[in-house]
């Protein structure tokens, strides 16, 4: 008898260092030469038997820690493997005989050695729990994990460690999170990589099963996504959000996660909306990047029921790159979030960059704080975006939003965005409700067809005004033009634009064109190269960094004169800006010498109701205001005489 127990316990020992060779040999490829336990699990049951088995009859051989997989029912099952592997110490090496759906036992998380893999790429396996409160699997370091479907748990993955896999670059490999009742990855590691995988919803039949958070993010250097096809996450139906980043920054950690080549709201095909509640949240967190700098690194997020993209809370330093927002993949079709980029309060210093934000139902950009220092939104810049066909604003703020750029700042230059054609105004600015937005700068941006205004400003922006354009002169023998006009705050900077439109009734600043200061007197005489346009628009931006409305009415570039040194050659007598007015309104008129010069206004009786000047006048140009304040609506007359010089225009005083 003793004999016969020294041959099995001998067996046994011998196909458990077979196991241990082979395993390690076939680890041999990899860069991290590590033996593993290698089970073909052949069984989906979950029970009390389903743990690795000490068989009673060789007390001198402890089977349960012999490498090789065997519960009490004779059975390979996934728990025995994995426990197994873990008694001994070593990783798990897994894969399936068999299809099927393995109910896990309640409050008996599966959690695989470091460096195990498992892998079921050549069978169909379901991973469920007991009810929707259970956990299923947790990684610890470097696992791998590949070609599962997890649902009705609580949470699928729990990501405790650093370096491990989640999915794959083939389609075989690829994870299924289905109708998780919380998250259905949650990374509380660092430095862990989600790739090929089906979060939310599901390709075979084109269905969503909600998880309440698709990806829910607590540690640092996380990678979500990657540049290869293969590596595309489709994160969609999430009832929360796709991705929920709220990292544990108390140590000074939390940074560094990435997301990029992504569907986030649609189908598989980046064609049809599939809606998380939001693509991503960023609600506590900082240097994360959302996107990048190159197309293999740009995220589809489109479809979703609110924003396409989230931040606030703690968010810092967000960099919100080179995706579509808004539209299918292809980037022309709607398919819109109701916003698509909303830096929400508590964020700061975010950047959003080269992004297509196109076709949201709301506003492309809103950026929205709180009174108080940690809610409000804050230092964000916005720049070489296109903008486009959002059905309100393409940029709209609103609260406690201060100190935002959008396109260049005062003293940087940076690319401009293309705010182009959105429903009712290029960018909104509103001081209604806590809070009103001010310091908030955008200049050098290419505006046009906006559907109201280019820019509205209500009860905001320190009440800043908009400039008034007086003159357009070219320069003779140069190919320069001078532009004066006058403005409120003496120190702000004037940008002058051209003013387009092709489909709205006013005009907006398509072409920047070139910049300069209001003097002590209110007055500003800006050099530009010659237009080449009909209108000229322009907006004035305050050392604080309070940017203007567009003027109320553009400055048509007409009767253009030509002048050496300012010195007017001959007579001119200018429109009247603006015209309609309410109460006043400018008239400029040029003087070729010394001459008495009246001015005076009539109403349509040729009745006398003003006289503007009468004197005698030097060589020059000359602009004078005439205040109706007094007087009722219609049309005037206003004519000057010069000389043998004699010029009649009218204007409308509308109230």
């Not at 080549?261 to 095909?269: K, L, P, V």
């Not at 005698?616 to 010089?645: I, T």
């Amino acid at each position: 008898m003793e004999g016969v127990m020294m041959r099995s316990q001998c067996d046994r020992l011998g196909r458990f260092m077979l196991a241990v060779i082979c395993c390690w040999l076939a680890a041999g490829t990899s860069s991290d030469l590590r033996a593993q336990m290698a089970s073909i699990v052949n069984s989906t049951a979950d029970d009390t038997l389903a743990h690795p088995w000490d068989d009673p009859n060789t007390p001198n051989v402890d089977e349960s820690i012999d490498g090789i997989c065997e519960d009490a029912g004779h059975r390979c099952t996934l728990r025995a493997a994995l426990e197994e592997a873990a008694i001994i110490g070593i990783p798990a090496s897994v894969t399936f005989s068999i299809d099927g759906t393995i109910t896990l036992m309640p409050l008996s998380q599966l959690t695989p050695p470091s460096f195990s893999v498992i892998n079921a790429t050549t069978h169909n396996i379901i991973i469920q729990g007991p009810d929707n409160n259970a956990f299923l699997v947790q990684l610890q370091d470097n696992t791998t994990v590949r070609g599962l479907v997890f649902t009705g748990a609580a949470d699928a993955i729990d990501v405790i460690g650093s370096g491990n896999i989640i999915g794959g670059e083939t389609g075989q490999e690829a994870n299924f999170f289905l109708g998780m009742s919380q998250n259905g990855i949650a990374l509380i590691g660092d430095n862990n990589l989600v790739i090929g995988n089906y979060i939310g919803y599901s390709p075979a039949n084109g269905a969503t099963f909600s998880n309440r958070f698709g990806v829910f993010v607590v540690g640092s250097n996380n990678t979500i996504g990657g540049t290869l096809p293969g590596q595309r996450n489709v994160i969609s139906g999430n009832t929360v959000a796709g991705i929920a980043i709220a990292v544990d920054t108390s140590n000074g950690a939390g940074g560094g996660n990435r997301v990029r080549g992504n569907y986030i709201g649609t189908d598989s095909s980046g064609t049809q909306g599939k809606p998380n509640q939001n693509g991503i949240e960023v609600l506590v967190g900082h240097d994360i990047t959302i996107g990048g700098s190159t197309p293999a690194e740009r995220n589809l997020i489109s479809g979703n029921t609110d924003s396409g993209i989230l931040t606030g809370i703690y968010a810092r330093d967000v960099t919100i790159q080179g995706n579509y927002i808004g539209t299918d993949v292809s980037g022309s079709a709607a398919l819109g979030n109701r916003d698509g980029v909303t830096l929400g309060p508590g964020s700061k210093r975010c950047l959003v960059q080269d992004n297509r934000i196109s076709s949201n139902t709301g506003s492309g950009v809103v950026i929205t704080g709180f009174i108080g220092d940690s809610t409000v939104s804050t230092a964000h810049l916005i720049s070489g975006n296109e903008i486009t066909l959002n059905g309100r604003a393409g940029v709209e703020l609103y609260g406690e939003s201060i100190n935002n750029v959008i396109g260049s700042s005062l003293t940087t230059d940076f690319r401009p965005n293309q705010i182009q054609r959105n429903g009712q105004f290029g960018v909104s600015v509103l001081g209604s409700g806590p809070g009103k937005p001010t310091r908030n700068t955008f200049r050098k941006n290419e505006w046009l067809d906006n559907g109201t205004n280019g820019i509205q400003i209500v009860s905001a922006q320190d009440t800043i005004k908009a400039p008034v354009i007086l003159s357009y002169y070219e320069i003779i023998d140069t190919t320069e033009a001078i532009v004066t006009g006058t403005h409120q705050r003496a120190g702000a900077l004037i940008d002058l634009y051209t003013g387009e439109k092709q489909t709205t009734s006013h005009y907006e600043g398509r072409r920047w064109l070139g910049a300069g200061y209001v003097q002590s007197n209110h007055t500003f005489s800006i050099t530009i190269a010659r237009c080449g346009c009909h209108h000229l628009v322009a907006t004035a931006t305050d050392a604080a960094g309070n940017t203007s409305e567009f003027q109320s009415q553009e400055f048509p570039v007409t009767d253009v004169r030509e002048e050496h040194g300012r010195q007017p050659a001959k007579f001119f007598l200018s429109d009247a800006y603006p015209n309609p007015f309410n109460p006043s309104t400018t008239i400029r008129y040029d003087l070729p010498g010394t001459f008495r010069a009246t001015l005076k206004v009539y109403n349509l009786l040729g009745q006398e109701v003003a006289t503007l000047v009468s004197e005698e006048k030097s060589m020059g140009s000359y602009e004078v205001q005439w205040d109706a304040s007094k007087h009722s609506s219609g049309m005037y007359f206003y004519r000057l005489q010069a000389g043998k010089f004699l010029d009649v225009k009218k204007v409308l005083l509308m109230r």
